[in-house]
T-cell receptor
Framework: AQSVTQPDIHITVSEGASLELRCNYS??????LFWYVQSPGQGLQLLLK??????LVQGIKGFEAEFKRSQSSFNLRKPSVHWSDAAEYFC?????????????FGAGTRLAVHP | NAGVTQTPKFQVLKTGQSMTLQCAQD?????MSWYRQDPGMGLRLIHY???????DQGEVPNGYNVSRSTTEDFPLRLLSAAPSQTSVYFC??????????????FGPGTRLTVL
């Protein structure tokens, strides 16, 4: 069965520091992978997605993620965090029969940014 | 373009009451879905629809009904509310539910408390 693990529930970084949020997935074939961000009281916004091709994908707001098949990982990175990046981040996987219509989400990582 | 709208934003129910959460989109999207978000569990798919008149179950469908009579609207019905249904509910839509994935747009959510 498909699953997504985000090992870090909470992460705190200082403004200007680099960031890496971890995501590991379990899936039998090449997955479709996504990162979403949720600001407090808001819905989810898509940051970036991976379908195929270049394993380093660029997203909005200066985020990028790297797909590593050998490690079943899709970690999200940002070189310099801004206070406005404080939010909750969700990794999701989809694909396979019916997979276009069924995303499996991780539990989320809540990011706090110190000034 | 209002995107995906949900009403109400907040709702408190007593056990056994019924209610309908409303979801509408004005982007002419074929695919619509409902998720619930619980702490530490990410988002879980309740029901989805790939077009008017077509619905299917997601990961956690028990206790919920849906119908899709128009492209724009996808209401979620709680027939007899239970405390276990206390959650934040998100509606989402995307252009096409039958082929390659395209971006899913989320509504702002409905926070439901069942006493």
């Amino acid at each position: 069965a498909q699953s997504v693990t985000q090992p870090d529930i909470h992460i705190t970084v200082s403004e200007g520091a680099s960031l890496e949020l971890r995501c590991n997935y379990s899936y039998g074939a090449t997955p479709y992978l996504f990162w979403y961000v949720q600001s407090p009281g808001q819905g989810l916004q898509l940051l970036l997605k991976y379908f195929s091709g270049d394993t380093l994908v660029q997203g909005i707001k200066g985020f990028e993620a790297e797909f590593k098949r050998s490690q079943s990982s899709f970690n999200l990175r940002k070189p310099s965090v801004h206070w406005s990046d404080a939010a909750e981040y969700f990794c999701a996987v989809g694909g396979g029969p019916g997979g276009y219509n069924k995303l499996i989400f991780g539990a989320g990582t809540r990011l706090a940014v110190h000034p | 373009n209002a995107g995906v709208t949900q009403t109400p934003k907040f709702q408190v129910l007593k056990t056994g009451q019924s209610m309908t959460l409303q979801c509408a989109q004005d982007m002419n999207h074929e695919y619509m879905s409902w998720y619930r978000q619980d702490p530490g569990m990410g988002l879980r798919l309740i029901h989805y629809s790939v077009g008017a008149g077509i619905t299917d179950q997601g990961e956690v469908p028990n206790g919920y009904n849906v119908s899709r009579s128009t492209t724009e609207d996808f209401p979620l019905r709680l027939l007899s509310a239970a405390p276990s249904q206390t959650s934040v509910y998100f509606c989402a839509s995307r252009l096409d539910g039958t082929t390659r994935y395209n971006e899913q747009f989320f509504g702002p959510g409905t926070r439901l408390t069942v006493l």
